[in-house]
């Protein structure tokens, strides 16, 4: 059974570029949520989808967006890069829409804004 | 404000010994609690979970410890091998009023290092 996939694993962008990060959840789990991990901060809530409705915001500003298909893919952007959004980007998914049992996270994208 | 806190940056036991991972937390709409385990360069490894109506989960060598009076639990790591050498995180989710939780508040972990 895969597990849940993130592509690029690694990414290097310029301040004020965009970009975007993509999360394969696991086949059957509906809801996916996206966190941010920074040495400083730890793991960081972003948002989370579920059959494409996004139910929860972190505080993040705009500039970071999301959204989810209808195969359960999801999709995250962030729009005028800055250095400290410089971070590792983590994907989970759940088989139950209240995240029981727990989420089943990805490896991650290293995200470098230089 | 940190909601969930993870005082101890780092711990360091001999193998075959107990491990203790300490976590409190501040907000008393936190219903479901889970530790999670990682490795470098991997993502988080779900390891177990407790709810708010129970106060103790085993499962294998991990055993977590809820004492919500005192709003705090642990993981007890039950004999600690090498191979449990990781950052481990503590994370609750909240019952908001609003219904949607569906979001993970996470300490900002404890390297565990278990020496041969």
């Known amino acids: 059974k895969a597990g849940v996939t993130q592509t690029p694993r690694y990414l290097i962008k310029t301040r004020g570029q965009q970009v975007t990060l993509s999360c394969s959840p696991i086949?059957?789990?509906?809801?996916v949520s996206w966190y941010q991990q920074t040495p400083g901060q730890g793991l960081q809530f972003l948002f989370e989808y579920f059959s494409e409705t996004q139910r929860n915001k972190g505080n993040f500003p705009g500039r970071f967006s999301g959204r989810q298909f209808s195969n359960s893919r999801s999709e995250m952007n962030v729009s005028t890069l800055e250095l400290g959004d410089s971070a590792l980007y983590l994907c989970?998914?759940?088989?139950?829409?209240?995240?029981?049992?727990?989420?089943?996270f990805g490896s991650g994208t290293r995200l470098t804004v230089v | 404000d940190q909601q969930v806190k993870q005082n101890s940056p780092s711990l360091s036991v001999q193998e075959g010994r107990i491990s203790i991972l300490n976590c409190d937390y501040t907000n008393s709409m936190f219903d479901y609690f889970l530790w999670y385990k990682k490795y470098p360069a991997e993502g988080p490894t779900f390891l177990i979970s407790?709810?708010?109506?129970?106060d103790k989960n085993e499962d294998g060598r991990f055993t977590v410890f809820l004492n919500k009076s005192a709003k705090h639990l642990s993981l007890h790591i039950v004999p600690s091998q090498p191979g449990d050498s990781a950052v481990y995180f503590c994370a609750a989710r909240d019952q908001n009023s609003g219904g949607s939780n569906y979001k993970l508040t996470f300490g900002k972990g404890t390297l565990l290092t278990v020496n041969p």
């Open positions: 407790i709810s708010s109506i129970k």
């Open positions: 086949s059957g789990h509906r809801s």
């Open positions: 989970a998914s759940s088989s139950q829409p209240d995240g029981n049992y727990g989420y089943t």
